[in-house]
């Protein structure tokens, strides 16, 4: 399993960070794969990487339960941000050429997933902190998983600023949730604290980097794999014997 790595530090399960995306087709007889997936909207290797995961799901008819947990890639972002190239120089040591290459193989991988990214000169990176409130709220609402997607889409496709509480509760209200409640949301900051420890909780059990999906509670599989990786991942997953799942 050259893919995966054992995850033995799960030893809980905080409300707090719960949110589940049932497959329809579920059965009380099938076993269903648990996933946890640690990400940020603000890497283009977390939505690539979901979509393959999903094709390969959808592909294999793999009964599941995902949840989406929170990471910073850069916490100390500041409102403004910063234009992604610069920030892409100055955190990795990235030549332009380097850059362009990358954005070449990114916009590639999106499509073949069905993912647009659009890179311009003046697209820039933006702190996240209110985009996990916001969606720490939306899990109430049932509806994390289609903020999710359409904070990836409002980023990268459409270069959207998701510093600005405005935009977000304008994406959230755009999928059907109430603006008001969304800006009043990210106004009071009330759910600043729970998006703290969640961000801590998985820090403290070695996430460094996302996106990390962690399967059934025990096997981490980080990055982007690719739909055929993931693919011969579930294989081998569902061939394992089943383990008790903690308890809540």
């Not at 820039?124 to 709220?137: A, G, P, V």
């Not at 935009?167 to 729970?194: C, H, K, N, P």
Request: hydrophobic fraction near 40%.
């Amino acid at each position: 399993m050259d893919h995966i790595h054992d995850f033995r530090p799960w030893l809980r399960r905080a409300s707090s960070l719960r949110m589940t995306m049932k497959d329809p087709t579920m059965t009380e007889s099938t076993p269903t794969l648990q996933i946890d997936i640690v990400s940020d909207v603000m890497c283009p290797w977390c939505v690539i990487g979901y979509r393959q995961l999903a094709t390969a799901l959808e592909a294999t008819g793999t009964p599941h339960e995902i949840r989406w947990h929170p990471f910073e890639l850069n916490p100390g972002m500041p409102p403004e941000g910063q234009n992604v190239r610069e920030h892409v120089a100055e955190k990795y040591g990235a030549t332009k050429q380097q850059s362009d290459a990358s954005r070449i193989r990114m916009t590639q991988a999106g499509a073949d997933v069905g993912f647009e990214f659009r890179y311009t000169d003046d697209m820039r990176m933006h702190n996240t902190f209110d985009t996990h409130q916001l969606l720490h709220w939306a899990d109430r609402h049932g509806r994390k998983h289609d903020l999710k997607m359409a904070l990836f889409a409002a980023h990268f496709t459409h270069g959207r600023n998701l510093s600005d509480q405005a935009v977000l509760a304008d994406v959230a209200a755009e999928i059907g949730l109430d603006r008001a409640e969304a800006l009043a949301v990210l106004q009071d900051q009330r759910f600043a604290d729970t998006v703290r420890q969640a961000e801590q909780f998985w820090i403290e059990r070695g996430i460094q980097g996302v996106p990390a999906v962690i399967f059934n509670h025990r096997h981490l599989v980080s990055g982007a794999q690719g739909v055929e990786n993931y693919r011969s991942i579930l294989a081998q997953l569902s061939a394992m014997p089943q383990e008790a799942t903690p308890s809540p």
